[in-house]
């Protein structure tokens, strides 16, 4: 084991893993965040808390992190490279490990422009792949990113993102590939909604034994009605939302699409654990945390393992 | 080059609403080029500001001179014998040129007229584009000729982020992903395979982070 991370010693004994995010409030209000992490109590391994996501501000990922772990559970710790430069990464993580989270999900971050301060100034010091050579340096030599040691390094079990969705797909295999090489141990994928191309990419993954190098959970995020639907097809940046499965949620009553939305996420779960080299799945219910059990248990993957 | 646009005429009017006579100095070199503070510009800005005056009841007295290069002291000297006909001073030229003549006339007040935009090329007629952020170690020998730094919206280094769609960047489906264009570059020279190796966080230290910089060349000094 290189960390005392629940998710990895989950994964180490073989189960497909589980985890969930919370979006952190607007606000002083620490209690959005306890009633969210509780809903998820029992139902999931880790739970990901995201960092100022789609560049909005909300409590730091480190704050409700921090909560989800004195209630006993936990917590993945997201981090952007948009918003701090390598000191205050650094300074941060071992801030959270100081608190006992040693589990991390290392990105670069939505771009300001989507976000309520789209005039701020971007950082990105580092990209993720950076990001995770430097935790990984962290954690695996004792040293920060500029060399100097580290007293007690943290010991971080290193999450990273993979969108095989994006442009150029012929990329998307040899991206992962450097993450693997920068050293990132687990993976959370996208939403996978376009279940041909995933494991068209998965295939790939597989020609080159990558599956065997990191653990891949597959992102699935349920769809709460067409008019989501959608704006995830449409609006949303490397999201690949097939016109068969609009048709079909759109093919049911409004009052029903919801159920079909949790039943097209059940099924993809029950397809993708199929496929080769997908280590557990990641459950992205985007403001629909209390359906999160429900899916867990529907797609066979309650109760989850005592570690 | 460096390009710049000119300030709304409002903006430049504000500056010089105190003074009666002004020095308006273009410049021959990238501001010509892309047309914000060329001999051309400085003459209809003239006009417009003059107009202006007029129309509220005032008379402006504008001198014009395009210098050869406003961020050479050697030709900001050309202004010597002007200066003390005038109240203040107008320039077109980007931040460097402005600068040249604020350090020259420490009693002038200075204005610029153009906000300084960016180190570009021309994509074609009137329009240019951002290629270079003169980070001071270019990494254009590793990515095909096309720069990541400059050109990915998060400088980002070791390829695209996931919200590369259809060769365009997330943050506008007019901007180009940068890293579509290095990819395809890297495959056209048959070289993609250099992708994967991982290139290691950037000293910024030669960019603007390490402070104002400069160049000093002992041969020549």
Redesign the interface.
Known sequence: MKTESVLEKVLAAGHLAVTSECGPPRGAVPEKIREKADILRGYVDAINVTDNQTAVVRMSSFAACLIIKQMGLEPILQMVT?DRN?LAMQSDIIGAYSHGINTMLCL????P??GDHPMAA?V???????FI??VRKMRDEGKF?GGDDILNPPKMFIGA???P????FE?RV??L??KV??GADFIQT?CVYNVEKFEKWMEGVRERGLHEKISILAGVTPMKSVGMARYMKNKV??MDVPDELVKRISGVPKDKQAEEGIKICVETIEHLREVDGVRGFHIMAIEWEQKVPEIVERAGLYPRPKI | MITAERKPLDEIIDYIKPFSRILLVGCNECVTVCAAGGRKEVGLLSSALQMAFMKEGKVLDVKELTLERQCDPEYVEELVPLIDQVDAVVSMACGCGVQEVAKRFKEKPVFPAVNTKFMGASERQGVWAERCQGCGDCVLGMTGGICPVARCSKRLLNGPCGGSSNGKCEINPEVDCAWQLIWDRLKSLGIEKTYEEIVPAKDWRTSRDGGPRKIIREDLA
């Open positions: 948009r390598r670069s971050g939505d771009h422009c989507f971007n990105y010091d580092l990209d993720s792949i950076q050579q430097m990113q993102a993979a969108n969705f994006a442009d150029p990329l040899p991206r590939a450097k090489k920068a996208q940046p490397g």
